[in-house]
């Protein structure tokens, strides 16, 4: 079973529009990391979240993590044709050991 | 200049043979993984290493060995290919295997067994 549960598993969005993917974890999150995934490419890093509550934002991308640790979002405001890709949620499961969600496939339609 | 560069981007390869992916990094970085993403996008850790030794290991078969001739290079031999070895394999690193643990990514080498 996966210990990251991401949602939804893809989604649709007119551009300009909103969105927002969700990561949950039956576990305390120690360290909760954003990737996006351009089709035929490796995953680049967004941004990271360690404390309860926090958020961060790099451009139209923000990302918050619970008070609880326990479940993080991330929200593209305005979306563009760039945003389009799979974005993935990670969490430190163990020493050496980033473990990943399902992903979330994200079409930005013009 | 690619800080984490895997070799080859494509193969294909027909069932039973042994086939090698190689990486290399030079960023510094003292931790290096193996991930193996399948059809339906789901990333999962394979291998990773910190120093050249092996640390994680999630119960992958032995007919996958990886081998870290020092801390810049990590690479995976695959013997006896099989069908369900097809996948999209990635190539990663960090400079600390605990706490702020950012993964730099590879582009990823597509394997495609026939």
């Known amino acids: 079973s996966q210990e990251l549960e991401q949602s939804p598993q893809s989604l649709i969005v007119q551009e300009g529009k909103n969105l927002t993917i969700n990561c949950t974890s039956s576990k305390t999150l120690y360290g909760l990391y954003w990737y996006k995934q351009k089709y035929g490419e490796g995953l680049i890093f967004l941004m990271m979240?360690?404390?309860?509550?926090e958020e961060k934002s790099h451009e139209k991308i923000t990302a918050k993590l619970d008070e609880k640790k326990q479940q993080s979002s991330l929200h593209i405001t305005a979306s563009q044709p760039s945003h389009a890709g799979i974005y993935l949620c990670?969490?430190?499961?163990?020493?050496?050991?980033?473990?990943f969600g399902a992903g979330t496939t994200v079409t930005v339609r013009a | 200049d690619t800080a984490v560069s895997q070799t080859p981007k494509y193969l294909v390869t027909q069932m039973g043979n042994d086939k090698s992916i190689k990486c290399e990094q030079n960023l510094g970085h003292d931790t290096m993984y193996w991930y193996k993403q399948d059809s339906k996008k789901f990333l999962k850790i394979m291998f990773s290493?910190?120093?050249?030794?092996?640390?994680i290991n999630e119960t992958v078969p032995n007919r996958f060995s990886p081998k870290s001739p020092d801390k810049a290079h990590l690479n995976l031999h695959i013997n006896s290919l099989e069908l369900g070895d097809s996948a999209v394999y990635f190539c990663?690193?960090?400079?600390?295997?605990?706490?702020?643990?950012?993964?730099?990514f590879g582009a990823g080498s597509r394997l495609t067994v026939l």
């Open positions: 990670g969490a430190d499961m163990d020493d050496y050991k980033l473990s």
């Open positions: 979240l360690q404390k309860g509550g």
């Open positions: 990663a690193s960090s400079s600390q295997g605990s706490g702020a643990n950012v993964l730099t």
């Open positions: 290493y910190n120093n050249k030794e092996l640390i």
